[in-house]
């Protein structure tokens, strides 16, 4: 079986104290792109979690435009969790959401 590949979006303390260390226990899954806006904690990340071949992003867009991701975990402050994972599914990606969705209640159209 294929493993799963991961994306992480957000490389702060909820991705490596919580998400990060969940992924490593399961052998089916790769951590393949690290993403942040502070392109430091996205490498530091990498170099802790991902594979030899990992990628870091400063653009969740790039993360989300790889055919090769299976699922995006958005890790990032409350105020850009909608739009990164509404993104992320409508790039055809699973998506993991750190709480909440959303700040506010808004209809998005998502087709």
């Given at each position: 079986m294929a493993k799963i590949k991961i994306g992480i979006v957000g490389c702060g303390f909820i991705a490596n104290r919580k998400h990060l260390p969940m992924l490593m226990q399961h052998q089916d899954v790769e951590v393949v792109a690290f993403c942040d806006i502070i392109r430091e904690r996205a490498e530091a990340s990498c170099k802790q979690y991902g594979i030899a071949d990992a990628k870091v992003y400063e653009d969740y867009r790039e993360v989300i435009g790889r055919k090769d991701?299976?699922?995006?975990?958005?890790?990032?402050?409350?105020?850009?969790?909608?739009?990164?994972?509404?993104?992320?599914?409508?790039?055809?990606?699973?998506?993991?959401?750190?709480?909440?969705?959303?700040?506010t209640v808004q209809r998005l159209k998502l087709c």
């Open positions: 991701i299976d699922v995006v975990h958005v890790c990032t402050p409350n105020s850009s969790h909608a739009e990164i994972s509404v993104a992320a599914l409508q790039g055809g990606k699973h998506v993991m959401c750190e709480k909440p969705m959303a700040k």
